[in-house]
């Protein structure tokens, strides 16, 4: 019958709505006669779009009917597949993933009904469960029928989400465990005189032993012989014949598995990581594996052995097998060049990998399987020899525990965990298609359309699943990077006297190694801190393993951990201190990262060392708002007695706020466990300015209370207000700036001009030598040359002499200063009074006229040319180089002048907001003000930096080494990496130079 044209438009549209790639191929299998009861069933179509590839599971589904051997069956199986809507998603959902299993429905087309059942023992079968699906296999072939339809179930299971990957690869291991049992029957059964001569375990080793097999691997097995019980002597002779007997016995089970019959093969068994490999002999006694790995063990096989298991044969054998070598493998980290011996053998997988194909290696390339499985099975050889909790086999169980104790981070843990999940489901997907082993990834669009919808991603398959799988590989290769030496920490830190103690030479060798260069020290402080029997030694030694590591990713390991004996030296009797280290998962790493950063924030925490305590609230690196802090600062000179004691109080609550702003700058900049990104470096910059500005702001407003109720009482006989200036009043202070500021006051009613003056003098005088008096703190240094008439001028003055000043004598680069005009401290209402007089010469009507616009680039060219230091190089100067700070704020501030009067969002006192704003009004393009933030945001980090790094402030790159690699890891350079930093700078801002040159020269 022909279909008409508008239905069959109709029906092609719905299907490649419900995902079908060949309409026309899906039309025509859906009018076979044999699915003429259900083709218009709209539940079937649902169900057919829903699986990963609709028109293999119709194509399935069709050879599935046919293959029926009546119509009571075909009847059966349809009624079933549009009733029941288990077996329906578990049916096509196989179909639509598996060309292999779809075959093997198509030979054996009553296994359907294997599906049908959805028990709670169906949802998790075990080994038990398999044996009895297995249970009438008599031979070879039979065996691979039965192995598949239990195959069949694992994977309907897998690919409906009814069971998540790790149980999908445990179901996986104990099928492949009763498949063996079934083939050591089998053998036997075909040789029952040598069964009854020996007694024979098989070992599961890899992934079978580890309860996470692929659904296509080799089975790795060991075999373990002994004469069977009253078959006689002990001697040679006896146990020669046991041995013999095992080994056919062995044998035969392998070819009974391994074997191509007409029904295919099941896998491989592989007997390859035996003693001596495939030279060894196939079966050894108990003894003979014994001695063999106490002499000549490499260190790979221990850590083969960490997944032994006994699964079939004599299973007390095979207990007493792995009991025996267990503590040879709980000591193997003791062996000499055990770590470089792991991490040779890992880097050797990779190099091996042909060159085409590194790229697509899901399995042993960078960000692989192998990366996440090295790395666990790496720690828990080292941390596993005290702690018997993480001596898993499974390589998610083992992580788990790794986090759970302490010895991964839980954030860490957790990605690499969703990471592994995503590459063994990527990995079971691929495999699922053929039945094939393989661990590539495959280049052609229907595959990855087909896994990518398998693994839940439909709206754009393809892009979705390449852009999972690379993330997953750059975490996993991230954490392994940073995992993967994470076990020296550990020997280093376990220095009291244990079995496992390393010698001091050992030690040192492995403290350089992390990049400690006073490893002698570092051990002082390693014994001071760990060794004792108290609790703050148990729990520091519980710490230093992972401190050590965090020290170790820094430019400055030695400092890192001398400031922490340093702060555990004053605070390691406050009972909070170290349970908030050991219980509070950020806290000790924030600390770490802040003690090792640098000399800045590590001086204030030890003049503070209480405030340890903001490191581990979750909001306790938060800045604190301004209004909160001019409350607390003004409280606390409130409290004080005297006006420098006063001055004393708002300093403590300035370097408490100090050390917020570090840590927290500090730590968003490394990121961390818990946040492992680091956060948008204009972010970061944009908080640092204003928590400065802000800290600064209230410390002055203190201050002022200070002089004045010392002097005066509660009244002052003026009005006073200070106005902030240059990055002060562009709330971009760095850590080393000066604070800027003009003062204006106005006479109270009743008091004379003089007096008022004269009152207002002292106030500024006071307040300077108040806040230059000794202190160990980061000095805060208030400049007011920004004044009419610079150091010449008073430095107070009344609105109206400032007006009459202005009004008469203001040049033009007086115009540009006021642009960052803002009141910070004193009289509000004053110093909005201030704002009104000076706007209408920040923002001149018409703009700037031609001259003033000259006058502004005259100012710029000399100040180029005068003010640079002696011997500077201009290309790495960050306040006055080129393409630096000063460039692309002269460049805005141009604007601001030339526009601000038209455009509202230019009157701002911040360089990036009004830079911004520029570009929304089209001042600039786009790319130009993009080009200009980078290089504003860059140079103002880097000094920063400079201040962090070194105690002192500076405009250029440290030229010390160390202190250079620091100012890069701040930055966000790895060791190592300090010439790409420079690299990057230069770049940066002669961009940035060019769009000045352009913007504001004109050229």
């Given at each position: 019958?022909?279909?008409?044209?508008?239905?069959?438009?109709?029906?092609?549209?719905?299907?490649?709505?419900?995902?079908?790639?060949?309409?026309?191929?899906?039309?025509?299998?859906?009018?076979?006669?044999?699915?003429?009861?259900?083709?218009?069933?709209?539940?079937?179509?649902?169900?057919?779009?829903?699986?990963?590839?609709?028109?293999?599971?119709?194509?399935?589904?069709?050879?599935?009917?046919?293959?029926?051997?009546?119509?009571?069956?075909?009847?059966?199986?349809?009624?079933?597949?549009?009733?029941?809507?288990?077996?329906?998603?578990?049916?096509?959902?196989?179909?639509?993933?598996?060309?292999?299993?779809?075959?093997?429905?198509?030979?054996?087309?009553?296994?359907?009904?294997?599906?049908?059942?959805?028990?709670?023992?169906?949802?998790?079968?075990?080994?038990?469960?398999?044996?009895?699906?297995?249970?009438?296999?008599?031979?070879?072939?039979?065996?691979?029928?039965?192995?598949?339809?239990?195959?069949?179930?694992?994977?309907?299971?897998?690919?409906?989400?009814?069971?998540?990957?790790?149980?999908?690869?445990?179901?996986?291991?104990?099928?492949?465990?009763?498949?063996?049992?079934?083939?050591?029957?089998?053998?036997?059964?075909?040789?029952?005189?040598?069964?009854?001569?020996?007694?024979?375990?098989?070992?599961?080793?890899?992934?079978?032993?580890?309860?996470?097999?692929?659904?296509?691997?080799?089975?790795?097995?060991?075999?373990?012989?002994?004469?069977?019980?009253?078959?006689?002597?002990?001697?040679?002779?006896?146990?020669?014949?046991?041995?013999?007997?095992?080994?056919?016995?062995?044998?035969?089970?392998?070819?009974?598995?391994?074997?191509?019959?007409?029904?295919?093969?099941?896998?491989?068994?592989?007997?390859?990581?035996?003693?001596?490999?495939?030279?060894?002999?196939?079966?050894?006694?108990?003894?003979?594996?014994?001695?063999?790995?106490?002499?000549?063990?490499?260190?790979?096989?221990?850590?083969?052995?960490?997944?032994?298991?006994p699964v079939a044969g004599d299973l007390a054998l095979g207990e007493e097998y792995v009991s025996t070598l267990a503590p040879?493998?709980?000591?193997?980290?003791?062996?000499?060049?055990?770590?470089?011996d792991v991490q040779k053998m890992r880097r050797r997988v990779v190099e091996n990998i042909p060159a085409g194909e590194v790229?697509?290696?899901?399995?042993?390339?960078?960000?692989?399987?192998?990366?996440?499985?090295?790395?666990?099975?790496?720690?828990?050889?080292?941390?596993?020899?005290?702690?018997?909790?993480?001596?898993?086999?499974?390589?998610?169980?083992?992580?788990?525990?790794?986090?759970?104790?302490?010895?991964?981070?839980?954030?860490?843990?957790?990605?690499?965990?969703?990471?592994?999940?995503?590459?063994?489901?990527?990995?079971?997907?691929?495999?699922?298609?053929?039945?094939?082993?393989?661990?590539?990834?495959?280049?052609?669009?229907?595959?990855?359309?087909?896994?990518?919808?398998?693994?839940?991603?439909?709206?754009?398959?393809?892009?979705?699943?390449?852009?999972?799988?690379?993330?997953?590989?750059?975490?996993?290769?991230?954490?392994?990077?940073?995992?993967?030496?994470?076990?020296?920490?550990?020997?280093?830190?376990?220095?009291?006297?244990?079995?496992?103690?390393?010698?001091?030479?050992?030690?040192?060798?492995?403290?350089?190694?992390?990049?400690?260069?006073?490893?002698?020290?570092?051990?002082?402080?390693?014994?001071?801190?760990?060794?004792?029997?108290?609790?703050?030694?148990?729990?520091?030694?519980?710490?230093?393993?992972?401190?050590?590591?965090?020290?170790?990713?820094?430019?400055?390991?030695?400092?890192?951990?001398?400031?922490?004996?340093?702060?555990?030296?004053?605070?390691?009797?406050?009972?909070?201190?170290?349970?908030?280290?050991?219980?509070?998962?950020?806290?000790?790493?924030?600390?770490?990262?802040?003690?090792?950063?640098?000399?800045?924030?590590?001086?204030?925490?030890?003049?503070?060392?209480?405030?340890?305590?903001?490191?581990?609230?979750?909001?306790?690196?938060?800045?604190?708002?301004?209004?909160?802090?001019?409350?607390?600062?003004?409280?606390?000179?409130?409290?004080?007695?005297?006006?420098?004691?006063?001055?004393?109080?708002?300093?403590?609550?300035?370097?408490?706020?100090?050390?917020?702003?570090?840590?927290?700058?500090?730590?968003?900049?490394?990121?961390?466990?818990?946040?492992?990104?680091?956060?948008?470096?204009?972010?970061?910059?944009?908080?640092?300015?204003?928590?400065?500005?802000?800290?600064?702001?209230?410390?002055?407003?203190?201050?002022?209370?200070?002089?004045?109720?010392?002097?005066?009482?509660?009244?002052?006989?003026?009005?006073?207000?200070?106005?902030?200036?240059?990055?002060?009043?562009?709330?971009?202070?760095?850590?080393?700036?000066?604070?800027?500021?003009?003062?204006?006051?106005?006479?109270?009613?009743?008091?004379?001009?003089?007096?008022?003056a004269k009152a207002a003098a002292q106030v500024v005088s006071e307040m300077r030598r108040l806040l230059q008096l000794p202190?160990?703190?980061?000095?805060?240094?208030?400049?007011?040359?920004?004044?009419?008439?610079?150091?010449?001028?008073?430095?107070?003055?009344?609105?109206?002499?400032?007006?009459?000043?202005?009004?008469?004598?203001?040049?033009?680069?007086?115009?540009?200063?006021?642009?960052?005009?803002?009141?910070?401290?004193?009289?509000?209402?004053?110093?909005?009074?201030?704002?009104?007089?000076?706007?209408?010469?920040?923002?001149?009507?018409?703009?700037?006229?031609?001259?003033?616009?000259?006058?502004?680039?005259?100012?710029?060219?000399?100040?180029?040319?005068?003010?640079?230091?002696?011997?500077?190089?201009?290309?790495?100067?960050?306040?006055?180089?080129?393409?630096?700070?000063?460039?692309?704020?002269?460049?805005?501030?141009?604007?601001?002048?030339?526009?601000?009067?038209?455009?509202?969002?230019?009157?701002?006192?911040?360089?990036?907001?009004?830079?911004?704003?520029?570009?929304?009004?089209?001042?600039?393009?786009?790319?130009?003000?993009?080009?200009?933030?980078?290089?504003?945001?860059?140079?103002?980090?880097?000094?920063?930096?400079?201040?962090?790094?070194?105690?002192?402030?500076?405009?250029?790159?440290?030229?010390?080494?160390?202190?250079?690699?620091?100012?890069?890891?701040?930055?966000?350079?790895?060791?190592?990496?300090?010439?790409?930093?420079?690299?990057?700078?230069?770049?940066?801002?002669?961009?940035?130079?060019?769009?000045?040159?352009?913007?504001?020269?004109?050229?």
């Amino acid at each position: 019958m022909t279909v008409p044209q508008g239905r069959r438009s109709s029906t092609f549209t719905r299907l490649l709505r419900h995902g079908f790639t060949d309409p026309s191929a899906a039309e025509r299998l859906l009018g076979a006669p044999e699915l003429s009861a259900v083709r218009t069933d709209p539940v079937l179509l649902d169900a057919l779009g829903a699986a990963a590839d609709p028109d293999l599971a119709l194509l399935g589904l069709v050879r599935l009917v046919e293959g029926q051997p009546d119509d009571t069956g075909r009847r059966e199986l349809l009624d079933t597949l549009v009733s029941a809507k288990p077996l329906r998603d578990r049916l096509l959902g196989v179909l639509g993933a598996s060309e292999a299993l779809a075959d093997h429905l198509a030979r054996h087309p009553r296994d359907w009904r294997a599906l049908v059942t959805y028990e709670l023992a169906d949802l998790h079968p075990g080994v038990e469960e398999f044996e009895r699906g297995l249970a009438d296999a008599t031979d070879p072939v039979s065996l691979r029928v039965s192995y598949r339809r239990c195959l069949l179930a694992i994977a309907a299971r897998d690919v409906c989400g009814t069971t998540d990957v790790a149980e999908a690869a445990a179901e996986l291991a104990d099928l492949a465990t009763a498949t063996l049992r079934a083939a050591l029957a089998m053998a036997e059964a075909a040789a029952p005189d040598d069964a009854a001569r020996c007694r024979l375990a098989v070992i599961a080793m890899g992934k079978c032993g580890g309860h996470e097999l692929n659904y296509v691997s080799d089975v790795d097995v060991i075999f373990v012989g002994e004469p069977a019980e009253g078959t006689g002597g002990t001697d040679a002779a006896d146990e020669g014949k046991a041995i013999q007997a095992a080994t056919r016995l062995a044998s035969h089970m392998m070819r009974i598995c391994s074997e191509t019959t007409v029904e295919g093969t099941i896998w491989p068994v592989d007997a390859n990581l035996r003693p001596e490999g495939r030279n060894g002999p196939l079966v050894r006694t108990l003894s003979s594996h014994l001695a063999y790995y106490q002499r000549w063990a490499k260190t790979w096989e221990f850590q083969a052995l960490l997944k032994a298991r006994p699964v079939a044969g004599d299973l007390a054998l095979g207990e007493e097998y792995v009991s025996t070598l267990a503590p040879l493998v709980w000591h193997a980290a003791e062996r000499d060049n055990f770590v470089p011996d792991v991490q040779k053998m890992r880097r050797r997988v990779v190099e091996n990998i042909p060159a085409g194909e590194v790229d697509r290696e899901l399995k042993l390339g960078p960000g692989g399987l192998r990366d996440v499985e090295f790395a666990v099975q790496l720690l828990q050889l080292v941390h596993g020899r005290g702690d018997t909790s993480i001596r898993s086999g499974s390589t998610l169980a083992a992580l788990e525990a790794l986090a759970a104790g302490g010895y991964v981070g839980r954030v860490d843990a957790v990605q690499l965990d969703d990471a592994y999940r995503f590459l063994r489901s990527l990995e079971h997907r691929i495999q699922l298609f053929k039945m094939r082993r393989t661990h590539l990834i495959p280049e052609d669009d229907a595959d990855l359309r087909r896994i990518g919808r398998s693994l839940g991603m439909r709206t754009e398959p393809i892009t979705e699943l390449n852009r999972a799988w690379k993330r997953h590989t750059s975490v996993v290769r991230r954490l392994h990077e940073k995992l993967f030496y994470r076990p020296l920490l550990d020997a280093v830190a376990q220095l009291a006297p244990v079995e496992t103690r390393l010698s001091t030479d050992a030690a040192r060798e492995r403290l350089v190694a992390l990049g400690y260069h006073d490893p002698a020290a570092a051990l002082r402080h390693l014994e001071a801190l760990a060794s004792g029997v108290t609790r703050k030694a148990a729990i520091q030694r519980t710490l230093l393993p992972v401190l050590l590591g965090w020290f170790a990713d820094s430019a400055d390991p030695d400092a890192g951990l001398l400031n922490f004996r340093k702060v555990s030296d004053a605070l390691g009797k406050t009972p909070w201190y170290l349970r908030l280290l050991r219980d509070e998962g950020a806290a000790a790493e924030n600390l770490a990262r802040v003690l090792s950063a640098g000399r800045l924030a590590p001086d204030l925490l030890l003049r503070a060392p209480e405030a340890v305590a903001l490191l581990g609230d979750q909001r306790g690196l938060d800045p604190r708002d301004h209004a909160h802090l001019e409350q607390e600062v003004l409280a606390a000179v409130g409290r004080a007695d005297g006006a420098e004691k006063a001055v004393t109080a708002a300093r403590g609550v300035r370097r408490r706020e100090l050390f917020r702003t570090t840590a927290a700058d500090i730590i968003g900049s490394y990121g961390t466990e818990e946040s492992p990104a680091a956060e948008d470096p204009g972010a970061l910059l944009d908080r640092v300015g204003s928590a400065v500005s802000d800290l600064t702001a209230a410390t002055i407003a203190g201050t002022l209370r200070a002089v004045v109720r010392e002097g005066w009482g509660d009244t002052l006989p003026v009005r006073f207000s200070v106005i902030g200036m240059g990055r002060f009043g562009g709330h971009e202070l760095s850590y080393g700036s000066d604070a800027d500021v003009l003062f204006v006051h106005e006479p109270r009613e009743g008091v004379g001009d003089h007096e008022a003056a004269k009152a207002a003098a002292q106030v500024v005088s006071e307040m300077r030598r108040l806040l230059q008096l000794p202190s160990s703190d980061p000095p805060l240094l208030i400049d007011a040359d920004l004044r009419p008439e610079g150091k010449s001028g008073p430095l107070v003055r009344t609105l109206a002499s400032y007006e009459a000043y202005y009004r008469r004598w203001s040049l033009v680069w007086e115009s540009q200063a006021l642009l960052r005009a803002e009141p910070v401290a004193g009289d509000a209402e004053l110093g909005r009074a201030f704002i009104d007089l000076i706007d209408p010469l920040r923002y001149p009507a018409e703009g700037l006229g031609e001259d003033a616009v000259r006058e502004i680039r005259r100012l710029k060219a000399r100040m180029e040319a005068e003010r640079m230091p002696r011997g500077a190089d201009p290309t790495l100067h960050t306040k006055l180089g080129r393409g630096g700070l000063s460039d692309v704020e002269w460049t805005v501030q141009l604007m601001q002048l030339s526009h601000g009067w038209v455009e509202p969002g230019l009157r701002t006192t911040r360089t990036r907001e009004a830079l911004a704003a520029a570009c929304a009004a089209e001042l600039i393009p786009t790319e130009d003000a993009a080009i200009l933030d980078e290089a504003w945001v860059l140079a103002a980090r880097v000094r920063n930096a400079v201040m962090l790094v070194r105690g002192r402030a500076g405009d250029t790159f440290p030229s010390d080494g160390r202190e250079l690699a620091a100012v890069g890891r701040y930055l966000g350079y790895d060791p190592g990496h300090v010439g790409d930093m420079l690299d990057d700078y230069r770049r940066v801002t002669r961009r940035a130079r060019a769009v000045m040159e352009e913007r504001f020269y004109g050229a």
